[in-house]
């Protein structure tokens, strides 16, 4: 095999995965490798183009540390995140839709009792938040696992100001009472914009992108027989809402964060100034109506596996 | 825009680059986004495999530094590198073809005069190369910038083993004399796998492939009003000749490594003991008839601008 030319190289290439041990890795490998030169017969990049791609990879990967994943904001902007969501979570009736996991959560987080704030350090305005967990029949989910992250009051998160901070804020996890139920104060998180510093805010600026997603709630549930649910809750009237930079926004995800006046809080807390308020009640996903439990392709401990990128 | 399913999430995102500032920059994003969209489409990866890309990626960019460079050997193993290649030095009538760049080339290489020895502290057969630079017409190139790299004896170049040798080896810059001729003495280069100890690796051996390319010599050649060219000369004979890792192998390329007995060199020099010989002239492109010089799409510096990767 020698002398190949802008269209032989590919079937040369895909020649060299006859022995792929792995049909899933042959499979995903020939896919590649015929999309990629695709890419680049249609785009005929320059060898300045080229090397400048190689580049752009290279700080991409620089980039990353424990606190921070630019790949994983590449795959955001780019509607790839969104696209593997749809894939891996179709609508189903009376089940909460999933949304964008972001790059900002971080794994074992600090655990917190019903009713807590979960704020720490962070600035900005009072929020109490509450709902509910169930299966799509209305059985309620006691026990369930919330893990809540957001920004702050200027759009930062935690991991973004950490001495500032002298901890994380805005970030925990807690389990839901015998009646399937959460509640947590912390603080109204705002529109912000993705991290720019990097390789993707390089990318939005060259394409011409403003870089602000509508403010939203992270959330992360997590109860047995149930497929995982990795969502949001987004303000309504963000000024972001409908061009979120990386294409999370869905209608049922909406709601108001409401502006309540001081006084007596649900949780009976005084306020003595106004405060935010929103509630959700989530549906799980019974893991036998989950694409982990149905597809041939997944391995078997695929239902189990963390999705959360782990830093080395 | 909001509410993105598997199919409609591509088209929101080709929206957002309805106000970039750069055409080019558009037409690549477009296509960029469009081919990546078709390929997540096609192998619907679960999210445990998603997030396997994201940390592949990242291990990739964090393996870099100014010796390694594991973009381009992930470009080169998946023949990106070739079709760029071919892309953007189509053949010609009597002009030396090109191949891969490889990921070992060093920025300002050590200087030699001709007929000096580049072997540094390189261990291997000693090696007598020679040739010539010309014009398609016949017209000799004085003056013209011979770059060359290469493996010693047993596979490996020097910036994997600068510690060991004390610095660069096989490696080096000349000048052509007043007959475009350029000499030198060396290591003769052996047959040797990519690095193979980061995720181009981890690749190759998911995909049941070897990692190993041909003996060759690595030339950069410049010279005023000609294209740059990057080419091998690869040895005869040689085991992985007809599977070469990288797919850079065009029968143009290949020269026999005369094995020469022990005696007076073509340079004068007494040899006791057998060494190698191969020669090669070498025609460059007049830029005028290069992809640099005709197509528009190249920024007025392109033709100037270095293909190397250069590290921050």
Same mark, same amino acid.
């Given at each position: 095999?020698? /002398?190949?030319?802008? /269209?032989?190289?590919? !079937?040369?290439?895909?020649?060299?995965?006859?022995?792929?041990?792995?049909?899933?890795?042959?499979?995903?490998?020939?896919?590649?490798?015929?999309?990629?030169?695709?890419?680049?017969?249609?785009? =005929?990049?320059?060898?300045?183009?080229?090397?400048?791609?190689? @580049?752009?990879?290279?700080?991409? +990967?620089?980039?990353?540390?424990?606190?921070?994943?630019?790949?994983?904001?590449?795959?955001?902007?780019?509607?790839?995140?969104?696209?593997?969501?749809?894939?891996?979570?179709?609508?189903?009736?009376?089940?909460?839709?999933?949304?964008?996991?972001?790059?900002?959560?971080? /794994? *074992?987080?600090?655990?917190?009792?019903?009713?807590? *704030?979960?704020?720490?350090?962070?600035?900005?305005?009072?929020?109490?938040? !509450?709902?509910?967990?169930?299966?799509?029949?209305?059985?309620?989910?006691?026990? %369930?696992?919330?893990?809540?992250?957001?920004?702050?009051?200027?759009?930062?998160?935690?991991? =973004? =100001?950490?001495?500032?901070?002298?901890?994380?804020?805005?970030?925990?996890?807690?389990?839901?009472? %015998?009646?399937?139920?959460?509640?947590?104060?912390?603080?109204?998180?705002?529109?912000?914009?993705?991290?720019? @510093? +990097?390789?993707?805010?390089?990318?939005?600026?060259?394409?011409?992108?403003?870089?602000?997603?509508? %403010?939203?709630?992270?959330?992360?549930?997590?109860?047995?027989?149930?497929?995982?649910?990795?969502?949001?809750?987004?303000?309504?009237? @963000?000024?972001?809402?409908?061009?979120?930079?990386?294409?999370?926004?869905?209608?049922?995800?909406?709601?108001?964060?409401?502006?309540?006046?001081?006084?007596?809080?649900? @949780? +009976?807390?005084?306020?003595?100034?106004?405060?935010?308020?929103?509630?959700?009640?989530?549906?799980?996903?019974?893991?036998?109506?989950?694409?982990?439990?149905?597809?041939?392709? /997944?391995?078997?401990?695929?239902?189990?596996?963390?999705?959360?990128?782990?830093?080395?």
């Amino acid at each position: 095999m020698r /002398n190949f030319d802008e /269209n032989s190289i590919t !079937e040369a290439v895909l020649q060299r995965f006859a022995d792929c041990p792995d049909p899933r890795v042959k499979e995903i490998s020939g896919a590649l490798v015929r999309h990629l030169h695709d890419f680049v017969r249609e785009i =005929q990049p320059t060898e300045e183009e080229w090397a400048y791609a190689i @580049d752009f990879l290279t700080r991409a +990967g620089q980039k990353c540390d424990d606190k921070r994943q630019e790949f994983i904001l590449m795959s955001d902007v780019l509607g790839v995140s969104m696209l593997i969501d749809a894939i891996n979570h179709p609508p189903m009736e009376a089940v909460t839709e999933s949304t964008v996991f972001g790059p900002f959560h971080v /794994n *074992n987080p600090p655990k917190f009792e019903l009713g807590d *704030n979960l704020a720490g350090a962070m600035q900005g305005d009072p929020m109490y938040v !509450e709902g509910t967990i169930s299966s799509p029949g209305g059985a309620r989910l006691a026990g %369930a696992e919330v893990d809540i992250w957001h920004s702050d009051g200027i759009g930062n998160y935690d991991v =973004q =100001q950490l001495d500032k901070l002298g901890g994380f804020g805005g970030r925990g996890v807690m389990k839901t009472d %015998a009646e399937g139920r959460f509640r947590f104060w912390t603080i109204r998180p705002v529109y912000y914009p993705v991290p720019t @510093d +990097g390789p993707v805010g390089e990318l939005l600026r060259a394409q011409g992108r403003h870089p602000f997603r509508p %403010a939203h709630l992270h959330f992360m549930l997590s109860a047995p027989g149930h497929e995982r649910l990795v969502t949001h809750i987004f303000a309504e009237g @963000d000024k972001y809402i409908d061009s979120d930079a990386v294409f999370g926004v869905k209608d049922s995800l909406i709601r108001t964060y409401v502006l309540k006046p001081a006084g007596t809080a649900p @949780d +009976g807390r005084k306020m003595d100034k106004p405060y935010y308020y929103v509630d959700y009640d989530f549906v799980l996903r019974p893991l036998a109506a989950s694409r982990q439990a149905s597809s041939a392709r /997944n391995r078997t401990d695929a239902a189990s596996a963390s999705i959360s990128y782990i830093p080395k």
